[in-house]
T-cell receptor
Framework: QKEVEQNSGPLSVPEGAIASLNCTYSDRGSQSFFWYRQYSGKSPELIMFIYSNGDKEDGRFTAQLNKASQYVSLLIRDSQPSDSATYLC???????????FGKGITLSVRP | NAGVTQTPKFRILKIGQSMTLQCTQDMNHNYMYWYRQDPGMGLKLIYYSVGAGITDKGEVPNGYNVSRSTTEDFPLRLELAAPSQTSVYFCASQKNSIGAANTGELFFGEGSRLTVL
């Protein structure tokens, strides 16, 4: 069973702080990694993807990947109340573009 | 361009009843998926399809069936509904080719909230 684990939440940070969301995966052969954001009562939407070890930045978001440690993280800089949502880590299982999702972590940004 | 459309948005079923969740996409995507999401949980893959006429089981297929007769439509059939099938169901699509790198960008419908009593 290929697993994707996210540390239990919820996570609460003050406005303007850095939020750090972490994810580990069990399949060492995984190649592609994704972060989805899901607002309450809404469907998930892709915010970041990363394929290579290291950091990938997109605006206030940075995805970090360490394949040796089987670890992927998402940093949100200058957190805003509008970032309050559940963040789902997803890993490509390698066959037919199927994604395995973690349980998600709920982020709350306090004004 | 409507994207991925799911119907119905809400439904209450009695134990043992059957129903079909409809999903249609107008983006000409060849890959389509059905996920379920239970409270506080991530998405679990039920069934998927890589093109018309091709379907395969995901992680949690028991109690469900699918068909893919056209590129646009991917209905999910629940036979003999059970309380364990109470969940939010998401249909998603992706434009991809077999063997191509996965961009991971799934386009989701708005979800169908199903309650089985």
């Amino acid at each position: 069973q290929k697993e994707v684990e996210q540390n239990s939440g919820p996570l609460s940070v003050p406005e303007g702080a850095i939020a750090s969301l972490n994810c580990t995966y069990s399949d060492r052969g995984s190649q592609s990694f994704f972060w989805y954001r899901q607002y309450s009562g809404k469907s998930p939407e892709l915010i970041m993807f990363i394929y290579s070890n290291g950091d990938k930045e997109d605006g206030r978001f940075t995805a970090q990947l360490n394949k040796a440690s089987q670890y992927v993280s998402l940093l949100i800089r200058d957190s805003q109340p509008s970032d309050s949502a559940t963040y789902l880590c997803a890993v490509d299982t390698g066959a037919n573009s199927k994604l395995t999702f973690g349980k998600g972590i709920t982020l709350s940004v306090r004004p | 361009n409507a994207g991925v459309t799911q119907t119905p948005k809400f439904r209450i079923l009695k134990i043992g009843q059957s129903m079909t969740l409809q999903c249609t996409q107008d983006m000409n995507h060849n890959y389509m998926y059905w996920y379920r999401q239970d409270p506080g949980m991530g998405l679990k893959l039920i069934y998927y399809s890589v093109g018309a006429g091709i379907t395969d089981k995901g992680e949690v297929p028991n109690g469900y069936n699918v068909s893919r007769s056209t590129t646009e439509d991917f209905p999910l059939r629940l036979e003999l509904a059970a309380p364990s099938q109470t969940s939010v169901y998401f249909c998603a699509s992706q434009k991809n080719s077999i063997g191509a790198a996965n961009t991971g960008e799934l386009f989701f419908g708005e979800g169908s909230r199903l309650t089985v009593l």
